[in-house]
């Protein structure tokens, strides 16, 4: 995706970002009473700016404080708990959520703005018309606490839930591979350069974001081609490759021009790269596998999450023309991401029936599917040795072995 998105995105995700704005309209909405004081009736500004508004606003300045505070504490106990029942790489969709964004920003941005309004009032700062005006504005405010506090409440009680973590997790793997299938090869086309110059990493991380419009775009401007070497999950260390451009040289200027369109950071993003999503489903899977959780159910939805997933990558058309002629990078294999998803499920689940059962099962409807028909057979028989190999009673063997036999694979 474009740089500027990506870092827009990446941005607005932090907790703080709309604490601050929420706290900013809160300040600004205080003063705004002065300015907005002469249009103000003169029969209103006498009913309404009266005492009682002092009181509404005090009530909230001492009450949203703990709210907030009560607030945080849920989110911090709940990206706790989603750490080590999920996985931690699930905790950050915790900070993240909206739903959770807006809430702990309301209150914050609620709470100064009565405390500004209070201060306000105490050193006279409004007349009766400003005073008519915070009324309203209090009143509007008590609305919108009510209705945040009500969504809050409504947030905590699946915010800890490892469902809701898996629900989000592939929410996010969806929007990643409908993305790269609508741009395969990130929108430009199959292809290696053989020789040509290689733009070299300038720190050490995961790449986190491609833009191919701005390779694009660099790749115009000096006649020449470019392959993306490191994708987006790619780990690179300083000094490896992550572009091979066509050109006999290219000077530091052009080198930090296609360097730029690579986003490097600590840790795999969901954005930009569909088998991260799909790991840490696996990673959900095998946590709920663990001797310690022995949660086999939490296997069994991320089987059904897999496959929903791999079947809407395999059955959507993709498209023909690619949008970036100049630009070379390479696909995804179907087998990596079958083995991203399904197989800490089959290494840690072949000794549980259930399991077992519902990976075969699973696996055998996608290989109904033409992109995934061989990898996804391939990997239900390994998923069938391996419940050989760990399951003690023939009888428990059988019935996972019948699964094939029950009926044909269909999507």
């Given at each position: 995706?474009?740089?500027?998105?990506?870092?827009?995105?990446?941005?607005?995700?932090?907790?703080?970002?709309?604490?601050?704005?929420?706290?900013?309209?809160?300040?600004?909405?205080?003063?705004?009473?002065v300015?907005?004081?002469?249009?103000?009736?003169?029969?209103?500004?006498?009913?309404?700016?009266?005492?009682s508004?002092?009181?509404?606003?005090?009530?909230?300045?001492?009450?949203?404080?703990?709210?907030?505070?009560?607030?945080?504490?849920?989110?911090?106990?709940?990206?706790?708990?989603?750490?080590?029942?999920?996985s931690?790489?699930v905790?950050?969709?915790?900070?993240?959520?909206?739903?959770?964004?807006?809430?702990?920003?309301?209150?914050?941005?609620?709470?100064?703005?009565?405390?500004?309004?209070?201060?306000?009032?105490?050193?006279?700062?409004?007349?009766?018309?400003?005073?008519?005006?915070?009324?309203?504005?209090?009143?509007?405010?008590?609305?919108?606490?009510?209705?945040?506090?009500?969504?809050?409440?409504?947030?905590?009680?699946?915010?800890?839930?490892?469902?809701?973590?898996i629900?989000?997790?592939?929410?996010?793997?969806?929007?990643?591979?409908?993305?790269?299938?609508?741009?395969?090869?990130?929108?430009?086309?199959?292809?290696?350069?053989?020789?040509?110059?290689?733009?070299?990493?300038?720190?050490?991380?995961?790449?986190?974001?491609?833009?191919p419009d701005?390779?694009?775009?660099?790749?115009?401007?000096?006649?020449?081609?470019?392959?993306?070497?490191?994708?987006?999950?790619?780990?690179?260390?300083?000094?490896?490759?992550?572009?091979?451009?066509?050109?006999?040289?290219?000077?530091e200027?052009?080198?930090?021009?296609?360097?730029?369109?690579?986003?490097?950071?600590?840790?795999?993003?969901?954005d930009?790269?569909?088998?991260?999503?799909?790991?840490?489903?696996?990673?959900?899977?095998?946590?709920?596998?663990?001797?310690?959780?022995?949660?086999?159910?939490?296997?069994?939805?991320?089987?059904?999450?897999?496959?929903?997933?791999?079947?809407?990558?395999?059955?959507?058309?993709?498209?023909?023309a690619?949008?970036?002629?100049?630009?070379?990078?390479?696909?995804?294999?179907?087998?990596?991401?079958?083995?991203?998803?399904?197989?800490?499920?089959?290494?840690?689940?072949?000794?549980?029936?259930?399991?077992?059962?519902?990976?075969?099962?699973?696996?055998?409807?996608?290989?109904?599917?033409?992109?995934?028909?061989?990898?996804?057979?391939?990997?239900?028989?390994?998923?069938?040795?391996?419940?050989?190999?760990?399951?003690?009673?023939?009888?428990?063997?059988?019935?996972?072995?019948?699964?094939?036999?029950?009926?044909?694979?269909?999507?």
């Amino acid at each position: 995706m474009n740089r500027w998105l990506f870092f827009w995105r990446r941005f607005r995700r932090q907790l703080w970002v709309r604490a601050s704005a929420y706290a900013g309209l809160g300040v600004a909405a205080s003063l705004l009473a002065v300015v907005l004081a002469p249009w103000v009736p003169k029969d209103m500004a006498e009913r309404l700016g009266g005492p009682s508004v002092e009181s509404i606003l005090t009530i909230l300045a001492s009450s949203l404080l703990s709210v907030a505070t009560f607030s945080v504490g849920a989110m911090v106990t709940a990206y706790t708990s989603v750490s080590s029942a999920a996985s931690p790489r699930v905790a950050a969709l915790v900070t993240s959520d909206g739903e959770t964004q807006k809430s702990l920003a309301t209150f914050v941005g609620v709470f100064l703005y009565a405390i500004v309004s209070v201060t306000a009032i105490n050193a006279h700062y409004y007349g009766q018309g400003g005073r008519a005006i915070l009324f309203l504005f209090s009143l509007a405010v008590v609305v919108l606490v009510a209705f945040r506090l009500l969504a809050w409440i409504n947030r905590l009680s699946s915010l800890a839930r490892v469902g809701h973590m898996i629900d989000l997790v592939e929410a996010q793997a969806r929007q990643a591979l409908d993305q790269r299938r609508d741009t395969p090869w990130l929108g430009g086309r199959r292809g290696r350069l053989e020789t040509g110059v290689e733009v070299f990493a300038a720190s050490t991380g995961y790449v986190q974001n491609v833009d191919p419009d701005r390779l694009q775009g660099v790749a115009e401007q000096h006649d020449c081609r470019v392959e993306v070497v490191a994708a987006p999950g790619a780990f690179v260390r300083r000094g490896e490759v992550l572009a091979r451009v066509d050109l006999p040289r290219c000077d530091e200027t052009a080198q930090d021009a296609f360097r730029s369109a690579f986003a490097i950071g600590d840790s795999r993003s969901y954005d930009q790269d569909p088998r991260f999503g799909l790991i840490v489903l696996g990673e959900i899977a095998a946590k709920a596998l663990s001797p310690g959780v022995n949660d086999p159910g939490t296997a069994i939805q991320v089987v059904g999450a897999g496959v929903r997933l791999l079947e809407g990558w395999a059955t959507h058309p993709r498209p023909d023309a690619p949008r970036c002629d100049r630009l070379m990078a390479p696909s995804i294999q179907e087998a990596d991401l079958l083995d991203d998803v399904f197989g800490p499920i089959a290494r840690f689940g072949s000794g549980d029936v259930a399991v077992a059962m519902r990976l075969r099962k699973g696996l055998l409807s996608l290989s109904g599917l033409d992109a995934l028909a061989s990898p996804a057979r391939a990997m239900a028989d390994e998923a069938l040795e391996r419940a050989r190999a760990a399951l003690p009673i023939p009888a428990d063997v059988a019935r996972v072995a019948a699964i094939g036999r029950q009926a044909p694979p269909s999507a």
